[in-house]
């Protein structure tokens, strides 16, 4: 059987590729056509049978019988459940366009370095939902006459602009000029609310030590013998002063 379906003139090669054409198939008395080739439903190929051996077994089998391939000759048709797989196929497509509907640029513009506080939040809540939307976002921000004197301004608010998105952003193109212009391109990126942000410096603290929380004096150690590290050095006794002899205080006065 399996030379005779290589040997068929339009061969199906998977069923991925027949969903990419159509959801919308002739499926049990709609097809017309006898004999047909059939596939079991788990992929067996059973050979040349026809229509109503077929739909018998696919009766029995409690499935539905699919023409899946109607212009090979003989048509080919396959035993599944047809309304399961139908939907399926409409969870893919769903997901399908849900990914292709991110991954767009969107542009805030803005028109001069003096921009007050509260309509810079507005833009960078835009910014937000277009970052959690897997959108990426690029700020672009004008300069007019005498500003460009000042371009520590601009790189000012960028800077802001990536402290509040911090966590929901990384920097794809970071602050750069562009004649007049200076943009900044962020890409969506999740971070947990406890990330380091970049520029505080420094290593997260040590734990604390077992038993620190418990005040358990530190053991003590042999006479002669190093300290543990970070422990704080045992004080050292004076050495006495020995006193003169009497000999010599006697020969002193004399």
Known sequence: MSGDWKASSNPIQSNQEIAAISTNFRHNHQIRISPIRLISATDEQIGIVSTS????????????????????????????????????????EDKSRASNKGGQLKELKFKTVKIGDHDLQIKINHAREFLKEGNKVQF??????REMAHLELGRAIFKKIKDELFLVSKIERDAKMEGRRMTLVLQPDHKKPDALRPGTGGTPPAPPK???????????????????????AAPVAPRPVASPKPEAVSAGRS
């Open 53 to 92: 051996d077929a739909l018998r077994m696919a009766t029995e089998a409690s499935m539905d019988l699919v023409e899946v391939a109607p212009n090979a000759r003989p048509p080919v048709c396959k035993i599944m459940d047809y309304g399961k797989w139908r939907y399926q196929q409409q969870k893919k």
């Open 140 to 145: 672009t921000l004008q300069f007019r006459g």
């Open 210 to 232: 077992a038993g620190s929380s418990m005040n358990i004096p530190p053991r003590p150690t042999a006479p002669g013998a190093p300290a543990a590290p970070g422990a704080p």
